[in-house]
């Protein structure tokens, strides 16, 4: 096993809770009522996208600038398989 870093950009939701995206994986969002929700929803999502694109062969590419309403932006680490 191995721990790798990811970015995530994390913001609050105008209707109350976070939204999170991890820019490496393009499509990698989830939602979550409370803080601590959405930074577990986003690591096992991240996991889940691994696990796909290890399977179809796929890079990870470099993550993009965000700029705009952005509460926190992080990275979070994530157990893997190896």
Known sequence: MKTSIFP????????????????????????GNTYLEVIENIQDAIKVFLDSYREMGKDILPAPVYEGNVVVTSGIPVLQET
């Not at 995530?8 to 939602?31: K, N, S």
């Open 8 to 31: 995530i950009v994390i913001e609050c939701m105008e209707e109350g809770g976070y939204y999170a995206e991890c820019p490496l994986l393009q499509g990698c969002h989830v939602e």
